[in-house]
Structure formats: C-alpha cells, structure tokens
C-alpha cells in the first residue's frame, strides 16, 4: 500500500491511503488520524489500511478523491527521530577526497551515521527556504524507511522484520557551512537544515522483486533545472542493507516506532551513471579536469527527484522543490 499525509488536520496532517498510480485517495481518518499514530499501533493498523488500500484500487473506497500534490505535506511531518546514514562507498570516497579526508578504514565494517533534523520535513512540492547561496546549497537524493518500534541491539535479521515503509528523501545540505562545523569535531548542525520526504512511503511488498535483501534495486532519478542529472542504481555499490542500518542505529538505545533511517546520498562507481548531488558532481569534476564546473544551487533552481519501476510508473511520487530566500 501507499499512505501520504494532507496539510491539513494540524502540524502531523492528515493520513491518507494512496492508489497504485498516484491518482486517488481517501483519507484513512477512521483508521489512523496521522501516519505516526499508525505506525505507533502498526500491526493492528496495517492490516485494516491495506484491505482500504485494495479498495481504493478496486474503485470501491467511499469518499476517494483526486490526489494533488500540492495539498500533501511529508507523509511524516515530523518524526520522534531521522538517523542519516552513508552507505555508499564512491559517495565516501569522493567527498571526503574533495576534502581532503580519509575514508576511515572502520567504514568498510561500521556504517557511518549522524542524527538528522527530523522536528519537521518540507512537503515534496514545498520550497527550500535557505538565508543565503553563499552557504553552498545542495540536494541529495536518498532512499529512506521507515520502522515501528525497534529494540535495542536488534541483530540485522531482526532489524529487516522491523523496516515497515520505504519512502525517498531530499537531504538539504549547506556545502559552504560543513567544513567549518566537522572541524569543531561535534558534527553538523547548521549545516543540515529540514529535509523534504517523497509524496508517497510505500509498503515494502508494493516493490516486488525491486526490493530485494533490505535494499531497493532500482535507479535513483535526479534532475537540476529541468535537465538530467543522475540515475544512480539504488542497489549497486550499497556498502550496508536497511537491515544492517537500523541495527546501527539501535545498538545502544531502542528505536521508536516512526523512526526514518536514510541511506545516504545515492552513488555508484560508474561515473556515466550521473550523480545525486552537486557535491559528488563537482568532486568528479575536480578530478577529472582540474576544478569544479557545476555550480551549487542557486535561488530559483529547480530540483526533481523520483524512482520509476520497469514499466516507468512513479512509486514514490515525485520530490519537485524550487530554491528560495527567506523573507525577511
């Protein structure tokens, strides 16, 4: 099944069931009132969404409406927690070069992960409102999911049991404001601003064969301006499964049920595959000619990132953001 959340209904929205193609849905408030209060009751939950779920994709569902993707806010409007992974070898690889860091030898064993901003998400056609271009703006185009509840040291196998919705997400970075923060040895803060999620979070049985060993096979599609940018593939060069990164993020502590844990920028040692941010782009760049060509994202920018299954049908639904000044 598909679930979104409507802006409406206050600050967590509305939960809403989506159709298979993006095109109807119908609110789920007799269920759940918002997606955290279903996923805070997921297993008696679930089942009674999905059975709304086919009836909605039957033309059966009493009170089905036209989707539009302006009126959704993120299906999570905001979550207890937003741990971030960087599951991607070249992704490390390359920006920690552009940096002049080494990829810690522990990687390859130990996945990397921070604490990300997870008070609130930005809708998938909402703006991203950034104070200045001077900071280096950038997007990154990741997968994410999303998980009941989870104990603490949960062993991978039991963590994949735990991996409820699949969902994408545009992890807004400040380029220009990272060095100046890692250097303090306290990790990002300013530099990570809100974040915007997919229209849609999926089941993960609403991916098929895509969804293969806790990570999704399919390219990641990106573009800048309304011209390509990237199509990483999702499953390629993926150094840890979702499995293995939500038992990361629950060795010490227990997860709560609502909890996203993202992937980290998709990227794959194929270079002719494009790139899934302007910061990977402009290091590839560097290497290859010397300097950077491709500028970080400017006011008025436009972004578009989405996945489409074989048939080249949206799954997610698609994140469509401009790059604004705060108002002042």
């Known amino acids: 099944m598909k679930l979104g959340s409507l802006k409406e209904g206050g600050r967590d929205g509305t939960l809403i069931v989506v ?21 805070d009751d997921w297993s008696n939950v679930a089942p009674r969404l999905n059975a709304l779920s086919d009836a909605l994709n039957a033309g059966k569902a009493a009170g089905a409406f036209a989707l539009d993707m302006t009126a959704l806010a993120s299906p999570l409007p905001r979550a ?23 990829v810690p030898a522990s990687f390859y064993t130990d996945p990397l ?27 990154e185009a990741e997968v994410v999911v999303v998980t009941d509840d989870v104990p603490m ?27 100046g923060e890692l250097a303090k040895g306290f990790g990002f803060l300013q530099s990570k601003p809100r974040s915007a999620l997919s229209p849609v979070l999926v089941t993960p049985d609403e991916l098929g064969g895509a969804w293969q060993d806790e990570k999704l096979h399919l390219p990641m599609r990106t573009w800048l301006n309304g011209q390509w940018f990237g199509e990483a593939e999702c499953g390629v060069d993926m150094q840890f499964s979702f499995a293995q990164l939500v038992a990361h993020a629950a060795k010490t502590r227990p997860l709560a049920a609502g909890t996203i844990v993202g992937s980290g920028t998709i990227a794959n040692q194929d270079t002719s595959k494009g790139a899934s941010c302007l910061a990977e782009q402009r290091t590839v760049e560097t290497l290859r000619d010397g300097a950077p060509s491709t500028p970080f994202l400017k006011y008025g920018d436009t972004l578009r990132i989405e996945i489409t299954d074989a048939a080249g049908a949206s799954i997610f639904g698609a994140i469509e953001q401009r790059i604004a000044p705060l108002a002042r």
């Open 19 to 39: 159709s298979r193609d993006l095109g109807i849905a119908v609110k789920a408030t007799g269920i759940a009132a918002t997606m955290q209060a279903a996923l």
């Open 80 to 102: 207890y927690e937003f741990v971030d992974g960087s599951a991607y070898l070249p992704h490390v690889e390359r920006v920690r070069k552009a940096r002049g860091a080494e």
């Open 113 to 139: 992960m921070y604490q990300a901003t997870s008070a609130g998400f930005l809708g998938p056609r909402d703006a991203v409102v950034v104070p200045s271009e001077d900071y280096g703006i950038d997007l």
């Open 153 to 179: 040291a949960a062993s991978p196998a039991d963590a994949a049991g735990h991996i409820q919705l699949v969902g994408l997400v545009n992890d807004v970075s400040l380029r220009g404001l990272i060095p």
